[in-house]
């Protein structure tokens, strides 16, 4: 799992499938990634060497034993939980189903969609209002829903507008090229219509038949009310 690459990351955050609170872990068949992350997480300090030292500016992340324990027992639910979430999905998906201005999510012939969410793009030139007008009338309905999901990219933060880091150091931002921290909005414009068009549904392994019923039935009701008003 998670070998799209060197390294695979994992969210234990409150929200996801398997859950300790908070932390993460990460995946490697690279001993020597392995071991550079373990002293990442251990404030750089050499444990298990003949003669340990603190080679590097590291952090102190290590998971407590508690919490990984609540994040093993998790993991033989782990396959029915994603099973769970992509039957709901499939079945709200089917419903769905060419309704003007909403597009569903798409899975490739090889790949597996895990659902942390159930995402919607939606055609503000055909839905009223777009996403944010259907996510009001959905919530009418009682069902939770996030337009946008964020409300800005992670490169519009002040972090990296200001290049605020350690201190004034700007570091290590002074590292970089000048052009590679050009981060004005008009390069990215495919970035913000991507935001403006999505809505985001909370979704879960004990979503009952009529529950997605009732998403689905909402859903179409509000698109063909806000289509009907759109001029």
Request: aromatic residues 10%.
């Amino acid at each position: 799992m998670g070998t799209l690459g060197a390294i695979g990351c994992f969210s234990l955050q409150q929200g996801k499938h398997v859950t300790t609170g908070e932390g993460g872990l990460v995946v490697t068949n690279d001993d020597a990634l392995a071991r550079r992350m373990f002293l990442f997480i251990n404030k750089g300090w050499g444990y298990g060497a003949a003669d340990p030292d603190h080679y590097f500016l590291a952090l102190n992340y290590r998971m407590s034993e508690l919490h990984g324990a609540v994040a093993v027992a998790q993991l033989p639910k782990l396959g029915a939980t994603v099973q769970g979430r992509i039957a709901a999905a499939a079945r709200l998906t089917a419903q769905l189903q060419g309704l003007p201005g909403i597009e569903t999510p798409r899975v490739g012939p090889r790949s597996v969609h895990a659902y942390w969410k159930y995402c919607l793009q939606v055609d503000g030139r055909v839905v009223a209002d777009g996403a944010p007008g259907l996510s009001r009338l959905l919530k009418e309905k009682g069902i939770a829903s996030t337009p946008r999901y964020i409300q800005k990219p992670a490169f519009m933060c002040e972090i990296f507008q200001k290049q605020r880091t350690f201190g004034d150091s700007r570091y290590p931002f002074t590292l970089a090229r000048p052009e590679a921290l050009d981060y004005d909005r008009s390069r990215f414009p495919g970035t913000f219509r991507g935001l403006e068009r999505v809505l985001v549904l909370p979704w879960n392994e004990r979503y009952t038949d009529d529950h997605v019923d009732y998403i689905a039935h909402s859903i179409r009701q509000a698109v063909e009310g806000l289509t009907r008003e759109h001029p």
